[in-house]
T-cell receptor, first 112, second 113 residues
Framework: DAGITQSPRHKVTETGTPVTLRCHQT?????MYWYRQDPGHGLRLIHY???????DKGEVSDGYSVSRSKTEDFLLTLESATSSQTSVYFC???????????FGSGTRLTVV | GDSVTQMEGPVTLSEEAFLTINCTYT??????LFWYVQYPGEGLQLLLK?????DKGSNKGFEATYRKETTSFHLEKGSVQVSDSAVYFC????????????FGTGTLLAVQP
């Protein structure tokens, strides 16, 4: 396993507040991803990174930003949380394609 | 655009029954195909993969064959166990420098003793 740690595991926050989720990996994988998982939608890509300071948007990036200042950390920020961002958020890393993604255990975020 | 379609669940089976979960894809080229499994309260784990047409991926008794002619990658297992209860995701990767996976919506499998 890539040794992926997501923090926090659970969070409840109020509408309009900023929230930052952290993904930390210990295997020096180049690629990192943030997905959200919602019933009926499967996993949808929010943002991804293909190297330090190299990031790009996924299919559901509105209201989210990311930063990757070092290889091991990939931060996801909800700039002003809304109830529609209540979800389970997964971080993933990729060593090489044929090894498949490695996923973290997820962060359950509730926006009230 | 590229996409993955999975059969809707839940799929409810008795222990030792035969399992099929259908997956079809749309892609403009020749993607690699994957099955991931998510056990309750956990992240996704790679179950099996196939990187080209006619390849068969297998792991833990599960199998899937990459069928280019039918654009399918159906997951099968001959005899399911209660411990196989989970959500199963089909996914494809197609080209590009960013190595993004595109997931289906997932199929919940519930196996009863």
């Amino acid at each position: 396993d890539a040794g992926i740690t997501q923090s926090p595991r659970h969070k409840v926050t109020e509408t309009g507040t900023p929230v930052t989720l952290r993904c930390h990996q210990t295997e020096n994988h180049r690629y990192m991803y943030w997905y959200r998982q919602d019933p009926g939608h499967g996993l949808r890509l929010i943002h991804y990174s293909y190297g330090v300071k190299d990031t790009d948007k996924g299919e559901v990036s509105d209201g989210y930003s990311v930063s990757r200042s070092k290889t091991e950390d990939f931060l996801l920020t909800l700039e002003s949380a809304t109830s529609s961002q209540t979800s389970v958020y997964f971080c993933a890393t990729l060593r090489e394609l044929n090894y498949g993604y490695t996923f973290g255990s997820g962060t359950r975020l509730t926006v009230v | 655009g590229d996409s993955v379609t999975q059969m809707e669940g839940p799929v409810t089976l008795s222990e030792e029954a035969f399992l099929t979960i259908n997956c079809t894809y749309t892609a403009t080229g020749y993607p690699s195909l994957f099955w991931y499994v998510q056990y309750p309260g956990e992240g996704l784990q790679l179950l099996l993969k196939a990187t080209k047409a006619d390849d068969k991926g297998s792991n833990k008794g599960f199998e899937a064959t990459y069928r280019k002619e039918t654009t399918s990658f159906h997951l099968e297992k001959g005899s399911v166990q209660v411990s196989d209860s989970a959500v199963y995701f089909c996914a494809l990767h197609y080209g590009g420098a960013t190595n993004k996976l595109i997931f289906g919506t997932g199929t919940l499998l519930a196996v009863q003793p």
